[in-house]
C-alpha cells in the first residue's frame, strides 16, 4: 500500500482504504477503482491524497472493530472542525456534547482490545484528528481503569479541546515535536479561549490546564508531585504522547507502536506508569499477523500474543521457519524484537488453521 498525493491520482487505481463523507456515509469501498469522476469528486473533500494498492497486492484484511474504527475517525472529524472553529472565534458549538457521547458511548467500556489504525494528516487537519484521536484513548483507557461515567465524560471533553490554542497559530508542522516556545504559546491560545468562551465546567478548566503544564513541562523533566498524582491529566498526557508519536505524517516516517510504547515504558519520571499499562491493555500492538523484524538481522511474523508482556510473543521466523518463544529467557539472549516492518498497513490476512498448528 503506497500513499498518492491527490493531484497524481489516475483512473484505474485501487483504493487502500474506504472513503467516507461527513456523516459515515460509504463513499468508496477498499479495492474500488478510481474514475476520472471519482478523482474529481475526492478533490472536493480536501484530501492530501489517499492509500492506494500496489498494482498485484491483495485487499488487506479489516475486522469489523477496524471497519467501525475508520468511519468513525472520518465522521467525527468533520464535526470536530467545526465545533473547535466556532469555538476558537467565540461561538457557541453545535454538537460537542454529542460527540463526546459518542465516543464514550463506542469507546468507554470496551471488553477487548482494538486496532488504533492512524490516518494521514497533515497541518491543516492535524490539531482535528490529534484531538479526536487523544479522546478515544483517553475513553478506552479510563474505561480499562475503572473510572466513573462522570469522569469518563470529562477526560474526552477536555482532550478534544486541550490543544485547541494551536489553531491561533499561523502554522502548525505535521509532526510530534513541538518547540518549547510553541508549547507555551499554546497553552496561553487554549486556556484563554476556553475562559472567553464561559459555561464550561471547573474540573474541566482545572484539568486542561493541568495537561498543558505536563505538556509544557516535558523539556526540563521537573513535574511536581501533584501533577504526577493526577490521573486524568496523566491520561490526557500518556494519549497526546502517543499519538503524536505515531501519527501518520505526510513528510516523515512515524514512530512505530512498538518504539513508542518502549518509550513511554522507559520515561518513568515522565509517564505514569499504570496509566501506560492501560493502554497497553488496551490496544493491539504486537498480536497475531503482525510483521516484526528481529534483533538477529531477520524478519517474522507474531503467531501468539503473549498476555503478560506484549514484546514476548510467540514469532516465526521468514528465513527458516524457526520458532521463537520470546517468553522464555534463553531465547531472548540471542533474539528480541527490534521493531515492526515499515509499511503502510501491518495487517496481513492469516490462514487461522496455520495459526492454530503453531500454537
Known amino acids: 500500500m503506497i500513499f498518492v498525493k491527490v493531484d497524481d491520482l489516475k483512473p484505474g487505481m485501487r483504493l487502500g482504504k ?11 469501498d477498499r479495492d474500488t477503482k478510481l474514475t476520472m469522476q471519482a478523482i474529481y469528486g475526492i478533490k472536493n473533500f480536501r484530501l492530501m491524497g489517499l492509500y492506494i494498492l500496489e498494482p ?14 475508520e468511519r468513525f475517525q472520518t465522521m467525527a472529524v468533520f464535526s470536530i472542525r467545526e465545533d473547535l472553529d466556532l469555538i476558537a472565534t467565540g461561538k457557541k458549538d453545535k454538537g460537542l456534547d454529542w460527540l463526546c457521547s459518542l465516543v464514550i458511548k463506542n469507546y468507554g467500556d470496551l471488553d477487548r482490545k482494538i486496532n488504533f489504525v492512524q490516518s494521514l494528516r497533515s497541518s491543516e487537519d492535524f490539531v482535528y484528528k490529534h484531538v479526536l484521536n487523544v479522546a478515544i484513548l483517553s475513553a478506552i483507557m479510563g474505561g480499562h481503569m475503572g473510572l466513573s461515567l462522570g469522569r469518563i465524560n470529562t477526560l474526552v471533553k477536555t482532550a478534544i479541546l486541550h490543544d485547541i490554542g494551536a489553531l491561533k497559530l499561523p502554522e502548525l508542522p505535521d509532526n510530534e515535536e513541538v518547540d518549547t516556545q510553541t508549547k507555551e504559546v499554546i497553552k496561553k491560545n487554549t486556556l484563554e479561549i476556553l475562559e472567553q468562551y464561559g459555561g464550561l465546567d471547573e474540573d474541566l478548566l482545572h484539568l486542561t490546564e493541568q495537561m498543558q503544564e505536563l505538556y509544557t513541562r516535558e523539556e526540563d523533566g ?4 501533584g501533577l504526577k498524582a493526577n490521573v486524568n491529566a496523566n491520561i490526557l498526557y ?6 503524536r508519536m505515531t501519527a501518520m505524517k505526510s513528510q516523515e516516517e512515524p514512530t512505530s507502536e512498538v518504539k513508542a510504547v518502549r518509550r513511554l515504558l522507559e520515561e518513568e519520571d515522565r509517564y505514569d506508569q499504570k496509566v501506560v499499562n492501560a493502554l497497553i491493555r488496551a490496544i493491539n500492538i504486537l498480536y497475531p499477523g503482525v510483521c516484526v523484524e528481529l534483533t538477529n538481522g531477520e524478519k517474522g511474523l507474531v503467531i501468539a500474543e503473549n498476555e503478560d508482556n506484549i514484546f514476548e510473543p510467540m514469532v516465526l ?14 531465547i531472548r539472549e540471542t ?3 527490534a521493531d515492526v516492518m515499515k509499511t503502510m498497513d501491518n495487517r496481513i490476512k492469516l490462514d487461522p488453521e496455520l495459526l492454530e498448528e503453531y500454537q
Open 238 to 243: 500518556v494519549a497526546d504522547a502517543y499519538d
Open 317 to 330: 521466523d521468514f528465513h527458516d521457519n524457526t520458532l521463537y518463544d520470546l517468553a522464555r529467557s534463553d
Open 335 to 337: 533474539v528480541q524484537i
Open 18 to 28: 474506504p472513503i467516507y463523507n461527513k456523516n459515515g456515509v460509504l463513499l468508496y
Open 222 to 225: 521537573d513535574i511536581p508531585e
Open 56 to 69: 498485484a497486492e491483495p485487499v488487506p484484511p479489516m475486522t469489523e472493530d477496524d471497519i467501525n474504527f
